[in-house]
């Protein structure tokens, strides 16, 4: 007798699909339909994969499914298609991959709600959009380019410097778009960059539908839907929004395209800006790549034909750029962490009534406290890395994997109360600053501050109605955010990135440099930016200074050439996690036995990673390196399924990063 088999995945980290015998009267089981069924002693909802027909009996007997959740399949062939390409791109299991792209009610079966637009009063709040924007040259001649390829695919990286108008660009396209009566996903790589283009687009007849992380489970769940049922004409959201059910798809914008937020660093480790070029192209669609920093990947693609390039190299209202000043701290007392010129020029734009920026990537106090009786410095235990001082709240924080210990002024080792506190964060900035500036309105601005839900839309509202003159953050405020009365921007301490052994350390740095240089000036008054470095003779600053951001990345894909480093090679990383350095080695050292190879695939390692030890887990990482995309993906897709015969493989958590950013 033939039996319908439904191969099933299960939203857990695992490789297999499992079979599951289709009851006789269940008709209507599809691909992409959502199951009940039995799991170990549990009742769990997975998604049919694919139906089978067995004739012969099986050597055990199956179970069967107990429940249809939907009448329909709630994921059509073109999603589901999706989940599968990324699955086997990316060597995640099928379920995993599902999981990240679904919102948590639909993971946990319910059932798909009836609302609609016409029901939330969506349009209600809505404005109607009369700006009369005069267009530059530059714009309308983008405008022009990439409207020629409205109806099918092309890639174009719209490579503007800030202030140059890419978001009106992408509006004079997506109004192009709706026209058609087709839709628009648009990925940021941050949420909070979220309510400015919500604004941006508002009109009258347009429905928006926003898809991220701080929407609560139901709004999320209620947002899946309706973009899926085509009631959303543009969609705004972060990484995960890539994998959204959308119809009627006929654009695609990635803003900020080379930010690193766009690449996800657990699980599944996607880059959804490279699957948002995957989707355009497979559903013969255009996309534009906009960033005033273009990452290596892009520009490497531009210079082999496959991206057009769209360069927008003057800011709106003929505003000029800031003037940029180096100051060298390498002479200076090792107590002054604040030159006396940035203090006068801090002082000088106060009295203005202008805004200051002053930006440092590291939040706390100090990241290092040493006792000056006993040399004692505080780790973290699990990580055995230093942890930092965070004042306000008087703990010690490991950035790392989170842990926290309550500091009271003493030593641990020998309860001194003699501490000295060694560098700096935006925290002791802060202090500084507030010092010097008491009668002025100082905000510090990072994850620590701003943890509240809607706190961070407040905190950008204020600054645009001047409520602030001192800004203090981290790179949440360098990608995207226009601050018109900013005028200075100051940037500190980045020496320790300019000899990072990090993968793209010096790329990310020349990007965060250029981009929050960019808040400056944008409203019509000139800008000025103060760099403070040790290092003002370093040859990676000195040309990003001297010739831009283009040349510095043209030099920058040279020497990755002469050394063999992507992106001109192909990388995946096997990465390796225990509790013992040499179970961790000892896996990868029979994964490197395992992999097939040809005088195409390069393998390097075991070596540890740059974080040898992170959360009580010891880190370690096998490279695999090829010229051709499909060797690399072939080499560990036929590697995979023997991993679970290694003998000590239950005692490793271990993942595969195909095109890894970094591997710490």
Known sequence: MTKNIAKIAIIKPLHNLFDYEIPIDMKTVEPGSRVCVEFGKKLVFGIV?????????????????????????AIDEETLNLFLWASNYYHSPIGQVIGIGTPSFFRQGKKLPENSIKDPKYNENFQINTDDINLTKEQSDAIKAISKSINFYECFLLDGITGSGKTEVYRKIQNKIYKAGLQTLIIVPEKNLIPELLKYFKTKNIRIVEYHSSLTPKKKFTNWNLIQKCEADIIIGTRSSIFLKIPKLGLIIVDEEHDPSFKNNSETRYNARDIAIFRAKNKDVPIILGSATPSSESILNVTKKKFTHLKMRNRINKQALPNLKVINMANRKKNIII????????????ERKEQVLIFLNRRGYSPVITCNDCGWIPKCQECNLNMTFHKNKNLLMCHHCGKVEKFHSNCFSCNSKDISFIGEGTEKIEEIITSKFNKSNIIRIDSDSTRKKGQIEKIFNDIKNNKYDILIGTQMLS???????????????????????????????AQQLVQVSGRSGRGGKKGEVI??????????LKCLIDHGYEKWMNNLLLLRNNLGLPPHKNWGVVQAKARKYIDAEN?????????????????FGPMPSNMQK???????????????????????????????????SNKIRWTVDIDPIDYD
Do not use: W
Request: aromatic share 6%; hydrophobic share 40%; net charge positive.
């Open 49 to 73: 994969i694919k139906i089978i027909k067995k004739n012969k009996p099986s050597d055990y007997k199956l179970k069967k499914i107990i429940d249809l959740v939907d009448e329909k399949p």
């Open 339 to 350: 030159s006396e010129e940035v203090i006068a020029s801090i002082k000088e734009r106060i």
């Open 479 to 509: 990608k995207g955010h226009n601050f018109p009365n900013i005028t200075l921007v100051i940037v500190m301490n980045i020496d320790q990135s300019l000899f990072s052994p990090r993968l793209k350390a010096i790329e990310q740095l």
């Open 531 to 540: 760099l403070q470095t040790s290092f003002p003779d370093n040859e990676d």
């Open 587 to 603: 896996f990868l050292n029979s994964i490197k036995k395992i992999i097939k190879k040809d005088n195409q695939i390069e393998i």
């Open 614 to 648: 992170k959360a009580n887990l010891y880190n370690l990482n096998l490279v695999i390196q090829a010229k051709n995309k499909m060797k690399l993906n072939y080499a560990i897709r036929d590697c995979i399924p023997l991993i679970k015969d290694i003998p000590y």
